[in-house]
C-alpha cells in the first residue's frame, strides 16, 4: 500500500523548534498537494498547513507565524519547520495527500520542560 513516511518528531523544550519530514518513497506523489495533521491525547486529528505543488502555502489561525510548510520538489520530500512550541503542540504529526487515504504512519512531538 502507498504511503508517506514521516520522521523528525521527539522531545522537545517549550520555547524550542523541531523540523518534521514527509517523504514520498514510490514517487507516486510528486505532483500532489500535501498537508500536515495532528492529533493530540483524547483529540480529534486536525488540519494545520498544506501546501500546493507549484508551493502556495495555507495554516490554520493556531499556528501561523510559528510553523512553516515547505517542499523540496527535487528531493520530493515536504517539511514541516515547528517554532516557539508549547505543550499543548504534543501530539502525533501526520502527513497526508488532500482528497485521498494516503497517510503516513505519524511522528510524535512531545513538548515538555
Known amino acids: 500500500q502507498v504511503q508517506l513516511v514521516e520522521s523528525g518528531g521527539g522531545l522537545v523544550q517549550p520555547g524550542g523548534s523541531l523540523r518534521l519530514s514527509c517523504e514520498d518513497p514510490?514517487?507516486?506523489?510528486?505532483?500532489?498537494?500535501r498537508a500536515w495533521y495532528r492529533q493530540g491525547p483524547g483529540q480529534e486529528r486536525e488540519y494545520l498547513a498544506s501546501?500546493?505543488?507549484?508551493?502556495?502555502?495555507h495554516y490554520v489561525d493556531s499556528v501561523k507565524g510559528r510553523f512553516t510548510i515547505s517542499r523540496d520538489n527535487a528531493k520530493n520530500i515536504v517539511y514541516f519547520q515547528m517554532s516557539s512550541l508549547k505543550p499543548e503542540d504534543t501530539a502525533v504529526y501526520y502527513c497526508?495527500?488532500?482528497?485521498?487515504?494516503?497517510w503516513g504512519q505519524g511522528t510524535l512531538v512531545t513538548v515538555s520542560p
Open positions: 497526508t495527500v488532500p482528497g485521498t487515504a494516503v
Open positions: 514510490t514517487n507516486t506523489f510528486s505532483r500532489n498537494s
Open positions: 501546501i500546493s505543488n507549484t508551493g502556495s502555502t
